[in-house]
Every structure is written in C-alpha cells, then in structure tokens.
C-alpha cells in the first residue's frame, strides 16, 4: 500500500450513488466462519486463534479496542446528520451518549474507565476524531453504507464474514472500501495484517456483489495517517487463495490436535499467557465439539 497525506478525494465527494444490490447476508447457516481478524490471529499464533475461537476464553475489556469502538460509532452515526451538520462538535458532542450506548450492551466496560476518568477518556476519543476531520470533510460525503456485514460461503471452505465501516460510491461508480484505525499507522513492513484485512473485504465485495473497489482505504486517525491500495482481480483472486490456504492449515490442526504457539513480540497483548506453554502455562483440555463447531473437523 502507498501512504499519502491527502485524504479528500473530489471523485468520491459531492452526490453519491447507491451501492446495486448491496445488501448483507442475514441468514447465517450453521457453519465454519473466518473473518479477517481471525485469520490473522491463526497467522499470528495458531494457539491464539485456538483459545479465541475454538476454547472462546474470556479476554479482558481492553482500553484500546474500547477507545476505537467508540470513536467508530461516533464517526458511523455521524452520517445521520444533515451535511451542514457534520461538524467536529457535532462529532464530539456525540461521545458521551456512544459511550453510554456501548456501556448498556457491555456492561463489563465500567470498571476499564472510572467516573473520575471520564472526562479524560472522553478527551482522547475528542482528539482522535479531530485528527479525522484533518483527513476528510464529512460535509462532502454521504456514504452508500456503514458497518455493513458480508457474508461469502468459500467453496469447500468456511463462510467468510467482514463488516466494512464505510463505503462510498461516486457518480462514475468507483467504489472506495474505508476503514478507521484508531491506533498508528504500522512501520514499512508490519502493515501486512491490516492490508490482508481490506483485501478480505474486497474479496467478499467482489464474490457477493461483483464488484472491484477501485480503491481500499486505511485511515489511521493514531497519527493521521492514509494508506490507500487499488486491487486488481488477480491480487483479490490471490488474497483469496490466501484465505484458502489458511483454512487448510486450520482444519489440518484441528485434525491433528496441533495448535502450536508461536511466540512473538506480540505475545505481550495476548491475555492468555497463564494458558500458554510458552510462558510456562497449560492450555485447557480441548472439547472435539468446540473443534467441530469451529472447524466442522469431527475428532
Ligand atoms: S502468549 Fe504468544 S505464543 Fe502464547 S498463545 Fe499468546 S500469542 Fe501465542
């Protein structure tokens, strides 16, 4: 992917169109799925993508997918309002009633941010949108779709789900696939993760829907940084393959009871070191109906 510093794209502002078709999948069936989070766990440490997805241990409310949490509702409700209206204190002004929006569906989120704190947590999530309005001009855009969920059953191979934060289509029919990172952007060659993820989005834009994104869009309000890439069907026929490859391996360690650790400076986000043999844990005995709801593997 390319970064640019210039976010405002006069081709997908002004009137907007309407996505044809472009609908999410309701009817979920009963069985294996793979997002693109996911995927990059079993990438990361296939014992990770076990605890999460076949184990589904518990993990603490972390402060930082809270803070982005927050600022994506902020940002996705902020299209309700009427162009003129999309302001930063239209923005900032929203943080108090997202936040007690998400506290009513988790309550667990209390104790991560104290009353006495609140005023400080509300500041960083200020801080972050305002860095947004450096990127773009909400007054500009009406998006043909936010948070919307795709499903894609992957021949012989599980149903691939994403939800994309934003989608714009502009008058010529461009598709452009954005997504908000609250964090920074990731240093010259640690951005693998997140391009594989807006590669998965495009892949289900493409086998759902038809449709090539002319451009997929990064938009790291951490540092105000853009990272724009435009696939071509050979990268999003790769990116596919990919995922492919992927489940192969999943179902192969399902099959042979093999969920090795791979130790990483990343271990020090994982909340499962108690469990991990890498740090002198035990993992859980494994349940073969947790390996066969996530795998359809029968062991
Ligand atoms: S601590 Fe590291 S090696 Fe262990 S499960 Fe977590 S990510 Fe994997």
Same mark, same amino acid.
Request: aromatic share 8%; hydrophobic share 40%; with cysteine.
């Given at each position: 992917?390319?970064?640019?510093g210039?976010?405002?794209d006069?081709?997908?502002?002004?009137?907007?169109?309407?996505?044809?078709?472009?609908?999410? /999948?309701?009817?979920? !069936?009963?069985?294996?799925?793979? /997002?693109?989070?996911r995927?990059?766990?079993?990438?990361?440490?296939?014992?990770?993508?076990?605890?999460?997805?076949?184990?589904?241990?518990?993990?603490?409310?972390?402060?930082?997918?809270?803070?982005?949490?927050?600022?994506?509702?902020?940002?996705?409700?902020?299209?309700?309002?009427?162009? &003129?209206?999309?302001?930063?204190?239209?923005?900032?002004?929203a943080?108090?009633?997202?936040?007690?929006?998400?506290?009513?569906?988790?309550?667990?989120?209390?104790?991560?941010?104290p009353?006495?704190?609140?005023?400080?947590w509300?500041?960083?999530a200020?801080?972050?949108?305002?860095?947004?309005?450096?990127?773009e001009? !909400?007054?500009?855009?009406?998006?043909?779709?936010?948070?919307?969920?795709?499903?894609?059953?992957?021949?012989?191979?599980?149903?691939?789900?994403?939800?994309?934060?934003?989608?714009?289509?502009?008058?010529?029919?461009?598709?452009?696939?954005?997504?908000?990172?609250?964090?920074?952007a990731?240093?010259?060659?640690y951005?693998?993760?997140?391009?594989?993820?807006?590669?998965?989005?495009?892949?289900?834009?493409?086998?759902?829907?038809?449709?090539?994104?002319?451009?997929?869009?990064?938009?790291?309000?951490?540092?105000?940084?853009?990272?724009?890439?435009?696939?071509?069907?050979?990268?999003?026929?790769?990116?596919?393959?990919?995922?492919?490859?992927?489940? /192969?391996?999943?179902?192969?360690?399902?099959?042979?009871?093999?969920?090795?650790?791979? *130790?990483?400076?990343?271990?020090?986000?994982?909340?499962?070191?108690?469990h991990?043999?890498?740090?002198?844990?035990? !993992? !859980?005995?494994?349940?073969? &109906?947790?390996?066969? *709801?996530?795998?359809?593997?029968?062991?």
């Amino acid at each position: 992917m390319d970064s640019t510093g210039d976010v405002v794209d006069g081709s997908y502002c002004g009137a907007m169109t309407s996505l044809p078709g472009l609908v999410g /999948s309701s009817d979920t !069936p009963p069985a294996p799925s793979l /997002s693109p989070s996911r995927a990059n766990d079993f990438a990361q440490c296939p014992l990770l993508f076990r605890f999460r997805v076949l184990d589904r241990l518990p993990e603490p409310p972390s402060a930082a997918a809270a803070r982005g949490t927050l600022v994506h509702r902020v940002l996705e409700t902020l299209f309700d309002h009427p162009a &003129a209206e999309r302001g930063l204190s239209t923005a900032v002004s929203a943080v108090p009633e997202a936040w007690e929006h998400m506290l009513e569906r988790r309550p667990e989120l209390h104790s991560l941010v104290p009353t006495s704190e609140l005023d400080s947590w509300f500041a960083q999530a200020a801080a972050l949108l305002g860095t947004y309005f450096t990127l773009e001009d !909400p007054f500009r855009l009406s998006p043909s779709q936010r948070e919307l969920k795709l499903e894609f059953q992957l021949p012989e191979g599980p149903l691939l789900k994403g939800v994309v934060d934003r989608i714009d289509v502009a008058p010529n029919g461009a598709v452009r696939v954005v997504d908000y990172k609250t964090g920074k952007a990731p240093r010259a060659g640690y951005g693998d993760s997140a391009a594989f993820q807006m590669r998965f989005y495009a892949v289900l834009l493409w086998r759902t829907q038809g449709t090539l994104p002319s451009v997929l869009q990064l938009m790291y309000l951490g540092d105000g940084q853009v990272l724009r890439n435009s696939p071509t069907t050979d990268d999003l026929a790769a990116t596919e393959q990919r995922i492919a490859r992927t489940w /192969s391996a999943i179902t192969d360690a399902a099959r042979s009871g093999s969920w090795r650790p791979r *130790r990483s400076p990343l271990c020090g986000w994982c909340a499962h070191q108690a469990h991990c043999p890498e740090f002198g844990g035990t !993992p !859980p005995d494994l349940d073969s &109906a947790d390996v066969r *709801r996530a795998t359809g593997i029968a062991v």
